[in-house]
């Protein structure tokens, strides 16, 4: 830090250099990210609520209001009255509340290293949480659809198990796993089920509306505990916005930990100083959108995907991975490795991410990519390929 002060417009400027190196999502060319460009009535909602703290909520009743409405919402979005939860970073925070609340369950009744069954597709956020917990993992092998195997599940069940993962929207090919079945096996055998949808959550409610065919991931599963659910993803939400949404509100509980000098007594959350604005913001923007206007968003980045799928299967020495349920889409090519595609497309500005299991080129197409965008990227990956 500097001795004296130095001048507003001196370090606007400079704040604008470092702006200028930032990729940016009006590109088109961010093919890597869940997250997007937000929405300006979100913006503008965050703006208005920018200096709350809902760690100190008695101070901000109204904001504080708006995440009781906003989680609530999101519990009906998810088949669930009496939602129990709250508006937090992201999916990570989320999953780390709900594996938190796993283990203090898992903790009244057993001595044991509680074990936790996930998937290999897990988001990498579950590597932070083993080591934070101490966690076991105990990996369930995926199908050939690279779903969970179900028929894998009971025969990994023992009396540490302290809970399941399930994903609705894998990090890496955006697939649905079986959840209707995997509920069944961790209520029969009262296990606590986690369900990650931080990126399904916003997407599959408005796939379902107004829609006979049903894709049933969530509160409806009755051996669901408790869900992610991101809206700085599809819901259009500045980050950061992510939500955690348990089924009981003795879950939550299970998190309460005195605050005597603040305006309530106690917290729930994984944070203490939180900013109210993310809440505001997805306030406004479910307001703003309702059911309908989300419909379209998400059925829009549905058809996208479809046309990119298309294509890209259609390109010699293109083979996609798995035909997209939401709005992923991962391929390999056969004369080039993944790493060194990855790099090539980067030369013209492309910025795409790699998938770990499977080893391929990633792309999201979230609202923010257009079919022009990928009409370019299809055009330039065929240059890199000198197809």
Not at 28 to 37: D, P
Not at 91 to 117: C, Q, R, S, W
Not at 150 to 155: A, G, I, P, Y
Request: net charge neutral.
């Amino acid at each position: 830090m500097r001795e004296k002060g130095r001048k507003k417009e001196d370090i606007f400027r400079d704040l604008s250099n470092f702006q200028d190196l930032d990729m940016n999502f009006d590109s088109g060319k961010i093919l890597s990210s869940m997250c997007t460009k937000p929405d300006p009535v979100g913006m503008e909602a965050y703006k208005m609520f920018i200096e709350t703290n809902l760690g100190d909520e008695g101070l901000f009743k109204g904001t504080s209001m708006m995440e009781q409405e906003v989680v609530s919402s999101l519990g009906k979005l998810l088949n669930l009255d009496n939602a129990a939860g709250h508006i937090v970073t992201g999916g990570t925070e989320a999953n780390i509340m709900a594996m938190a609340t796993a283990k203090y369950l898992f903790e009244e009744e057993h001595d044991g290293v509680p074990e936790l069954i996930l998937p290999k597709s897990a988001h990498f956020s579950f590597k932070k949480i083993l080591s934070m917990f101490s966690i076991k993992p105990v990996y369930v092998p995926l199908n050939d659809d690279y779903k969970i195997d179900v028929s894998k599940l009971e025969d990994l069940i023992t009396d540490n198990t302290m809970a399941m993962l399930a994903i609705a929207g894998t990090t890496e090919l955006g697939l649905i796993d079986d959840i209707p079945s995997i509920s069944k096996i961790a209520k029969s055998n009262h296990i606590y089920l986690h369900v990650d949808a931080a990126l399904g959550g916003f997407m599959i409610p408005f796939l379902n509306y107004k829609n006979n065919n049903q894709i049933n991931f969530d509160f409806k599963c009755k051996g669901v505990s408790s869900m992610t659910i991101d809206p700085h993803k599809m819901g259009l939400a500045p980050v950061p916005s992510g939500g955690i949404i348990f089924r009981k509100k003795k879950y939550l509980e299970k998190l309460a930990v005195k605050t005597p000098y603040l305006t309530k007594d106690k917290q729930t959350t994984i944070v203490g100083t939180r900013t109210g604005a993310s809440t505001a913001a997805t306030w406004a923007l479910l307001n703003y959108y309702g059911m309908d206007g989300y419909k379209k968003i998400v059925l829009d980045a549905i058809s996208l995907t479809e046309y990119t799928y298309n294509k890209l299967r259609n390109m010699n020495h293109v083979n996609v991975i798995h035909k997209p349920e939401l709005n992923l889409v991962s391929f390999i090519v056969d004369n080039m490795d993944v790493d060194t595609l990855q790099e090539e497309l980067k030369y013209y500005g492309w910025q795409v991410s790699v998938a770990e299991y499977p080893h391929a080129i990633r792309l999201v197409l979230m609202p923010h990519v257009k079919k022009q965008h990928i009409d370019q990227f299809i055009i330039d990956l065929k240059k890199v390929l000198s197809l």
